[in-house]
């Protein structure tokens, strides 16, 4: 997942190359079933609550893989928020408490 990460930011940055995007959306995906399982996996992507978002994110990944960069990485980011739209709350709220680890606090009053 870690290297899906670097292609698809790299790519980005490189004024969507759609050859990076590709390699990156994939080795994502492949990344991801890897970590947590083909059978969990897709019972996550296709959760009844969870279809519309996994339908506009693999609908993106199928646009980058067929030559159109940006539609696609447009229609994936809409797809990848509506997927994750309930674990935003709680990464935030991780990412603010992060502030009361002792020297982490001592760098923020410096």
């Not at 004024?15 to 399982?37: C, T």
């Not at 296709?46 to 893989?65: C, H, I």
């Not at 935030?92 to 923020?108: K, M, T, Y």
């Amino acid at each position: 997942m870690g290297f899906g990460v670097f292609f698809l930011l790299f790519g980005v940055l490189l004024y969507f190359d759609s050859v990076l995007l590709a390699f990156g959306n994939i080795l994502f995906l492949a990344g991801l079933a890897v970590i947590i399982g083909l059978q969990r996996m897709f019972n996550f992507f296709f959760q009844r609550s969870k279809l519309r978002g996994s339908a506009f994110f693999l609908g993106g990944v199928a646009l980058v893989l067929l030559r159109w960069p940006i539609v696609g990485m447009v229609i994936e980011t809409y797809g990848f928020v509506q997927l994750f739209k309930t674990f935003f709350p709680v990464a935030f709220g991780f990412l603010g408490s992060l502030v009361n680890i002792p020297f982490l606090s001592l760098v923020r009053d410096f």
